[in-house]
């Protein structure tokens, strides 16, 4: 059984690093989790909080996927904290952040000279292989505008979208083009990179070189700068080396998953350098999108498909890029174990239990209609300005099930529930993501009742009836 058990994780692990992408994995995943799937549960060892939240709303639909695909059916995914990945993550971040200031100049004066930049020397990411739609049109003229002026019409470009998107994609693509056309200083490093480093130096008496080599550069990529959340001293770090960048003509170009004003525990001062340059979002692509991307994916791959089987697949993977490339690699992968050609049966065949398609997203209406109804108000109510417990509580819960479950952006939820200021939803999701991390019970009064639920419990609750 216990084989059974090892057999089953190896191949849902190879199946989710395959959906999520290498970068992602390593970033996230290589050395911070252990998975181990059994026979009636999936449990997932993370090396602290932060990683386990961040995991939980960004991959466990690639992770139930994955497991879905190989065991055959739905198992429940427990994630909880092991302390000896944070003490080997730890270390071997550090290790590996103190070799890399070694390799900087060991004079703080000495000047930094244009070298091979961190961006793969293999130009994988380009802008001529970026397929543009509505979904990310405006990314796409912006990453034109850096390479044409960086640092000139705006500063920073911050790109956001959810995983698989494209960002990175984007980034890449900006700083290949940047190194190869002007032979500009160029660097790419994640925010946990940049945050190890200055821990290095700082430990290792290298701060001065440090930061010479970072404030001196042409162009600054930085992503996943989400990670600099809760980092006050990094944070302090960073914006040091921003003010140095700003109105001398280089860029600083930041990649997210989420918008500025949504990352948590980052400083005002922070946020509003961030928005001050220009804010670009990626959304999931479109139908005639996701065909495009079809198409150029199996190009690149040296194969044509037929519009019966793009159609199909398109119609039925309804996430990310990276979803559609994990849909299409499963189906060359089928033609060719199978030695049959690729028809719409094949795919069809293939998809099947791979990637679900996506839910319908629900609308704010449904929502709030919902959370009145379980804690016995009126949608008025919610929409109100009252200060009352029970109405305050199913104005906030409305808040964050509308932010999770809906395409819409905060100031978007704000002026559907009456009117209200965009902080305050972000106030009231800084809130319950509080209430969750510490399992929190939320009690209230229902027609003279007490009812008491965790915030987990009551979420996942009101998810279910507004689902039905």
């Given at each position: 059984m216990a084989l059974l058990h090892d057999t089953a994780t190896e191949h849902v692990t190879s199946d989710l690093q395959a959906a999520v992408g290498p970068e992602r994995w390593r970033v996230w995943f290589d050395g911070s989790?252990?998975?181990r799937v059994e026979s009636d549960r999936v449990t997932v060892g993370v090396a602290n909080l932060f990683i386990s939240d961040y995991l939980k709303s960004h991959f466990t639909k690639h992770l139930a996927a994955a497991v879905r695909a190989r065991v055959g059916r739905d198992l429940p995914i427990t994630w909880h904290v092991q302390p000896d990945l944070f003490q080997k993550r730890r270390a071997a971040n550090l290790a590996d952040e103190a070799?890399?200031?070694?390799?900087?100049?060991?004079?703080?004066?000495?000047?930094?000279?244009?070298?091979?930049?961190?961006?793969?020397?293999?130009?994988?990411?380009?802008?001529?292989?970026?397929?543009?739609?509505?979904?990310?049109?405006?990314?796409?003229?912006a990453a034109r505008?850096?390479?044409?002026?960086?640092?000139?019409?705006?500063?920073?470009?911050?790109?956001?979208?959810?995983?698989?998107?494209?960002?990175?994609?984007?980034?890449?693509?900006?700083?290949?083009?940047?190194?190869?056309?002007?032979?500009?200083?160029?660097?790419?490093?994640?925010?946990?990179?940049?945050?190890?480093?200055?821990?290095?130096?700082?430990?290792?008496?290298?701060?001065?070189?440090?930061?010479?080599?970072?404030?001196?550069?042409?162009?600054?990529?930085?992503?996943?700068?989400?990670?600099?959340?809760g980092k006050p001293a990094t944070q302090e770090e960073f914006l040091h080396t921003f003010d140095e960048f700003e109105g001398s003509g280089r860029l600083i170009i930041l990649a997210s998953d989420a918008h500025p004003t949504e990352i948590q525990a980052v400083q005002h001062r922070l946020i509003s350098r961030w928005v001050s340059g220009l804010v670009v979002h990626l959304s999931a692509p479109d139908v005639q999108t996701r065909r495009h991307i079809l198409h150029t994916k199996a190009r690149e791959m040296g194969r044509t498909l037929s519009d019966d089987v793009v159609h199909l697949v398109a119609d039925r993977v309804q996430g990310s890029v990276r979803d559609l490339e994990g849909a299409l690699t499963r189906i060359l992968a089928y033609a060719a174990l199978l030695k049959q050609p690729v028809t719409?049966?094949?795919?069809?065949?293939?998809?099947?239990?791979?990637?679900?398609?996506?839910?319908?997203?629900?609308?704010?209406?449904?929502?709030?209609?919902?959370?009145?109804?379980?804690f016995g108000v009126t949608i008025e109510d919610i929409h109100s300005s009252r200060k009352a417990r029970l109405i305050s509580l199913a104005r906030q819960v409305t808040m964050v099930l509308a932010r999770e479950m809906t395409d819409l952006s905060l100031a978007e939820i704000a002026r559907l529930l009456g009117g209200k200021n965009h902080t305050t939803v972000l106030a009231a999701c800084r809130k319950w993501r509080r209430l969750l991390q510490e399992g929190t019970?939320?009690?209230?009064?229902?027609?003279?009742?007490?009812?008491?639920?965790?915030?987990?419990?009551?979420l996942a609750h009101l998810r279910e009836r507004i689902r039905r």
């Amino acid at each position: 059984m216990a084989l059974l058990h090892d057999t089953a994780t190896e191949h849902v692990t190879s199946d989710l690093q395959a959906a999520v992408g290498p970068e992602r994995w390593r970033v996230w995943f290589d050395g911070s989790t252990d998975i181990r799937v059994e026979s009636d549960r999936v449990t997932v060892g993370v090396a602290n909080l932060f990683i386990s939240d961040y995991l939980k709303s960004h991959f466990t639909k690639h992770l139930a996927a994955a497991v879905r695909a190989r065991v055959g059916r739905d198992l429940p995914i427990t994630w909880h904290v092991q302390p000896d990945l944070f003490q080997k993550r730890r270390a071997a971040n550090l290790a590996d952040e103190a070799e890399a200031m070694d390799q900087l100049p060991d004079s703080a004066g000495q000047e930094t000279k244009p070298a091979p930049s961190s961006p793969p020397a293999a130009p994988r990411f380009t802008l001529d292989n970026f397929v543009v739609g509505p979904c990310n049109q405006m990314a796409y003229a912006a990453a034109r505008s850096a390479i044409t002026a960086p640092g000139k019409d705006f500063h920073p470009l911050f790109i956001h979208g959810g995983c698989g998107l494209g960002k990175t994609h984007l980034l890449y693509a900006i700083l290949h083009a940047l190194e190869t056309r002007s032979r500009l200083r160029v660097v790419c490093l994640s925010a946990e990179q940049f945050t190890n480093r200055y821990l290095a130096g700082v430990r290792t008496g290298r701060l001065d070189a440090f930061r010479h080599h970072y404030r001196h550069l042409d162009v600054l990529a930085i992503d996943d700068v989400h990670f600099l959340g809760g980092k006050p001293a990094t944070q302090e770090e960073f914006l040091h080396t921003f003010d140095e960048f700003e109105g001398s003509g280089r860029l600083i170009i930041l990649a997210s998953d989420a918008h500025p004003t949504e990352i948590q525990a980052v400083q005002h001062r922070l946020i509003s350098r961030w928005v001050s340059g220009l804010v670009v979002h990626l959304s999931a692509p479109d139908v005639q999108t996701r065909r495009h991307i079809l198409h150029t994916k199996a190009r690149e791959m040296g194969r044509t498909l037929s519009d019966d089987v793009v159609h199909l697949v398109a119609d039925r993977v309804q996430g990310s890029v990276r979803d559609l490339e994990g849909a299409l690699t499963r189906i060359l992968a089928y033609a060719a174990l199978l030695k049959q050609p690729v028809t719409p049966m094949l795919a069809r065949q293939a998809v099947e239990g791979f990637i679900v398609t996506r839910r319908p997203r629900a609308g704010v209406r449904e929502i709030e209609t919902t959370v009145a109804d379980f804690f016995g108000v009126t949608i008025e109510d919610i929409h109100s300005s009252r200060k009352a417990r029970l109405i305050s509580l199913a104005r906030q819960v409305t808040m964050v099930l509308a932010r999770e479950m809906t395409d819409l952006s905060l100031a978007e939820i704000a002026r559907l529930l009456g009117g209200k200021n965009h902080t305050t939803v972000l106030a009231a999701c800084r809130k319950w993501r509080r209430l969750l991390q510490e399992g929190t019970e939320i009690a209230w009064t229902d027609k003279s009742d007490r009812r008491a639920l965790s915030a987990e419990a009551l979420l996942a609750h009101l998810r279910e009836r507004i689902r039905r």
